[in-house]
């Protein structure tokens, strides 16, 4: 297992790189200099010079790569170019913000979604089950921002109980986790359900069901646990996408956080902060799909043997 | 979104509120182009909120009229040649630390500003020197008349400066010493900063001195979203929205506990003619583009009857903005007709002008806010109805810049937001092709009265004669066509708070948050 774990982080190594390529040639490629958000009216082309060449913009994009690549693998993000601070103490403020609505989001995507699936899957083919995934999948095709406008309306302005935006007080938490929450649970329903009906037909649930134990002990003590290898693996490719799917959702309600930082970055061109915020954002999709086949490979040993 | 918004709220039931602020505090969300703020450091940063406003003072402060009036400094005197300003301070002023601000105070506060990003304001500057603890001298390397101007900025704002040494980069982040009427609690860049009142405060602008502010707290909320902070003010989450978006006027006027504050606007809408693009490369053309534009149709029609309809180039609280009728740009059809004629196009069957067989289709530049496109789409109609044929391309705010840059425009609508007077140097300077100078006027005259505006006055009353003359001149170029002054709005609950009206102050912010009162 330690093997496998070892040749699975070092194949990481080239996809970060790649990664970080892609990522700093896009927002390279973008129409827009972040000198001109730092020049103040009326100052002059040897302000626009000076500010340039100590930003270092002025030096051949794969120097520039090099020297913030180079920097980052030693764990220096550099210093913001039109925010005037370190990167890593922004991101380093915005993240725990971020995380906190990352991971109470995957809780309740996961919380839903798994009971989700094992309803519908005991009773596969009622219209309990067809209503059940036909909701949560009309849910998850709702983009992010649309739900959670929805959701302020109805729960913010219309009854009063939560407030509209920012992150003050735990109350403030509630809509964006059941806004991006919301947007995995079919995906994790979907999983659960055809997991768990893959299980029901096996030899040892026949066998269960002979010996007369009782149905729900059988789904839940066996069926689930057998079901429970896809979905883990789902959740922990999620982790990535629920991070991505902060960035609207925080727009949205105003919260402090990862996806708030990028989207004012993007608009300032303040290139060291977006390529962080890119990079991290990456990270967590990597590490998800890395902590996925980890765990994968923990529970199946099938899966370890033939990568071997 | 924003739309979306309001069609969704349009449905919504207006239903219970949110509990409100405790007693004594207001919550209040930022202006959008206020957000992002990283810092309250005013040596260095390049954004500031109003946050800075009230943590800081600074020697002057303008007034409604932008008229100097005293704030740390109780009254200024230049010399006759421009050389050195006297300036006779406030006794009695005190740092939040209890440190006294001296006459020493701003001599060892102009060097914090050497090698920062605002060097420039104080570039003119040779020297401070102290005369008495309250009176300070600045020696001049050259003649400043645009100093008070530079020390009425909130970049002008007075930290202490041994804390300022001591706290280094930290300063403006994690702590603030200012002089001003509230103090720093706390600072959550992107989220929000807490105030709490400065008790000591007696030396305010104006109608509020002798006082601290009524309130005790202050949160400065940040909402990037326009549609998010106005449902905020709705439900009663936060008491002001220290600007309200033109696409929610019309929301807030409908809601019985809401107000607006109409404040003396610091922008202008304006439409950039590029002077080297045929057809505009033709004086004439540019004359009837310019005489075309029906402003007050707009004002009324995009902006609710709110602002005024502009003639110049510069907002019209500046004297500078007082130039001869001659020279101011109005609504006057025939007058469009007549110059496109005399150019030599000629109106076709379809209306749209032709000259050698070639229609007069232009292009119209435009940024993707809603109000802009709205804008842009009224003047599209009124160009047309004098016979040019006007294509809008839209592009994405963050964008646009770099487009201007390649100099291929030829009309443009735009905004920018400056009170001063040489906002002309910066959008006409020959030096300052493609961008900012999205005209792309290049003339010799232009630029010797450039320069007399820019550094060849002596005093205040040279500078605003020269900068009136270098105004004239480039209108009687047509580079341009102004169309809108608009105005400041805020919004606020009327169940909460209670503003001061009239405020006499260019802006709210330290004047009016020293006069805001919370109803019990």
């Known amino acids: ?308 | 979104m924003k739309s979306l918004g309001k069609l969704l709220l349009g449905t919504a039931l207006a239903g219970g509120m949110m509990l409100p602020a405790q007693a004594q505090d207001v919550v209040a969300v930022l202006s959008q182009n206020e957000t992002g703020a990283t810092s309250y450091n005013p040596v260095s940063a390049t954004l500031l909120s109003v946050g800075a406003w009230l943590m800081y003072d600074r020697l002057v402060v303008k007034d409604e009229n932008l008229q100097y009036v005293p704030n740390l400094a109780e009254s200024w005197e230049e010399a006759p040649d421009g050389m050195t300003w006297t300036f006779k301070l406030k006794p009695g002023v005190t740092f939040h630390n209890g440190t006294p601000f001296t006459a020493q105070t701003v001599v060892d506060w102009l060097p914090l500003y050497k090698g920062s990003e605002n060097e420039y304001l104080f570039d003119a500057i040779e020297y401070a020197e102290v005369v008495s603890d309250t009176e300070v001298k600045f020696v001049m390397k050259r003649p400043e008349p645009n100093l008070l101007y530079n020390l009425s900025t909130v970049y002008a704002s007075i930290p202490d400066p041994a804390a300022f040494t001591e706290l280094g980069e930290e300063f403006g982040v994690a702590e603030v010493v200012g002089t001003g009427p509230f103090k720093l609690d706390s600072f959550e860049i992107g989220n929000q900063t807490v105030l709490l009142r400065n008790d000591d405060y007696a030396w305010g602008p104006g109608d509020a001195t002798g006082h601290p502010a009524k309130i005790e707290t202050l949160t400065l909320r940040e909402i990037a979203e326009a549609s998010t902070a106005f449902l905020e003010l709705k439900t009663g989450g936060v008491d002001m929205l220290m600007n309200v978006p033109t696409d929610f006027v019309g929301e807030v006027e409908g809601s019985g506990n809401l107000k607006l504050l109409e404040l003396p606007g610091t922008d202008l809408v304006y439409m950039p003619i590029n002077v080297t693009k045929p057809p505009f490369d033709d004086i004439k053309v540019r004359e009837g583009v310019a005489f075309a534009i029906n402003r007050q149709e707009i004002v009324d029609a995009v902006f609710g009857g709110r602002g005024k309809a502009a003639d110049g180039f510069l907002i019209s609280a500046l004297p500078e903005s007082q130039i001869a009728p001659e020279y101011r740009m109005t609504y006057d059809p025939e007058r469009a007709n007549k110059a496109l004629d005399d150019a030599g196009w000629v109106k076709g069957a379809d209306g749209i002008r032709e000259k050698g067989g070639e229609k007069l289709k232009v292009t119209l530049w435009t940024q993707s806010d809603s109000i802009f496109r709205r804008l842009s789409e009224v003047v599209q109609a009124q160009l047309k109805a004098v016979g040019l044929e006007a294509e809008i391309l839209t592009f994405d705010n963050a964008a646009i810049r770099d487009q201007y840059k390649t100099g291929e425009q030829q009309l443009a609508v735009r905004t920018y937001l400056w009170d001063n007077a040489d906002i002309l140097e910066w959008f006409f300077s020959g030096e300052r092709l493609y961008y900012p100078n999205i005209s792309m006027l290049n003339d010799p005259k232009a630029e010797e009265l450039k320069a007399a505006a820019m550094t060849g006055a002596k005093n205040s009353a040279e500078r605003e004669a020269n900068f009136r003359a270098y105004h004239e001149y480039i209108n009687s170029l047509y580079p341009y066509a102004p169309i809108y002054e608009p105005v400041q709005l805020m919004g606020y609950n009327t169940d909460r708070v209670t503003l001061p009206e009239p405020l006499h102050a260019a802006r709210f912010n330290t004047l009016g948050f020293l006069q805001l009162e919370v109803k019990e």
């Open chain 1, 1 to 308: 297992m330690l093997g496998f774990a070892i040749r699975r982080i070092l194949m990481l190594v080239p996809v970060f790189l790649a990664v970080s390529v892609i990522i700093f040639l896009m927002i390279h490629m973008l129409p827009g200099d972040p000198i001109d958000n730092l020049l103040r009216i009326g100052a002059g082309p040897d302000q626009r010079a000076a500010l340039t060449e100590k930003y270092g913009l002025d030096r051949p994009l794969y120097e520039q790569y090099l020297y913030w690549i180079g920097n980052v693998v030693q764990g220096d993000f550099g210093n913001a170019i039109v925010q005037r601070r370190p990167v890593a103490s922004l991101i380093g403020q915005a993240l725990p913000y971020s995380l906190t609505l990352g991971g109470l989001a995957l809780l309740v995507s996961t919380v839903l979604g798994v009971t989700v699936g094992i309803i519908a899957a005991s009773f596969k083919g009622s219209w309990l089950d067809q209503g059940l995934m036909g909701g949560v999948l009309f849910g998850s095709m709702l983009p992010n921002f649309w739900i959670g406008l929805l959701l302020i309306l109805v729960f913010s302005v219309s009854l009063g109980w939560t407030p509209v935006s920012g992150a003050r007080g735990w109350e403030s938490l509630i809509l964006p986790v059941v806004t991006i929450g919301l947007g995995g649970t079919a995906l994790v329903a979907r999983v659960t359900r055809v997991a768990m009906i893959d299980a029901q037909g096996r030899d040892f649930v026949m066998l269960l069901h002979a010996k007369g134990v009782h149905p729900a002990v059988i789904q839940l003590r066996h069926v689930l646990r057998h079901a429970l290898i896809p979905v883990v693996t789902i959740l922990a490719l999620r982790i990535g996408w629920i991070m991505g799917g902060a960035v609207t959702v925080e727009v949205v309600f105003a919260r402090p956080g990862l996806g708030s930082l990028l989207i004012k970055s993007l608009n300032q061109h303040d290139y060291p902060v977006v390529q962080a915020s890119l990079l991290i954002l990456a990270m967590a999709v990597l590490l998800g799909t890395l902590l996925g086949d980890l765990l994968q490979a923990a529970m199946d040993p099938r899966i370890r043997d033939n990568l071997k």
